[in-house]
């Protein structure tokens, strides 16, 4: 069973950094591919990133490259989003998700399994 609790998240200005981490208290962690979605009020889910079993590979949306990067500590059952250079338009919530398919980054949000309860970040003008 994978359980999944986020964390980091609050309210920054424009240009801030912030790093979110995803924590999970179950044992299997090491088998899932993880991803980042978001989430503003009134749109859809939206892909982040996302990285497989490893690290050894990682995804990232088009709105976030080259600002976020996604990484994971197996040995801590803990993956990251640090997010720089934040815009207001990157305020939502923030939630991580397991993948069973440990090598193959999925952008759908259909293809992930297990969900955290989210966090929400707040990027001010």
């Known amino acids: 069973q994978v359980q999944l609790v986020e964390s980091g998240g609050g309210l920054v200005q424009a240009g801030d950094s912030l790093r979110l981490s995803c924590a999970d208290s179950?044992?299997?962690?090491?088998?899932?591919?993880m991803g980042w979605f978001r989430q503003a009020p009134g749109k859809e889910r939206e892909f982040v990133a996302a990285l497989t079993w490893n690290g050894g590979t990682t995804y990232y949306g088009d709105s976030v490259k080259g600002r976020f990067t996604i990484s994971r500590d197996n040995a801590k059952n803990t993956v990251y989003l640090q997010m720089n250079s934040l815009k207001p338009e990157d305020t939502a919530v923030y939630y991580c998700?397991?993948?069973?398919?440990?090598?193959?980054?999925?952008?759908?949000?259909?293809?992930?399994?297990?969900w955290g309860q989210g966090t929400q970040v707040t990027v001010s003008s």
């Open positions: 998700a397991a993948d069973r398919h440990s090598n193959v980054l999925h952008q759908s949000p259909h293809e992930y399994d297990y």
């Open positions: 179950g044992r299997i962690f090491s088998s899932f591919a």
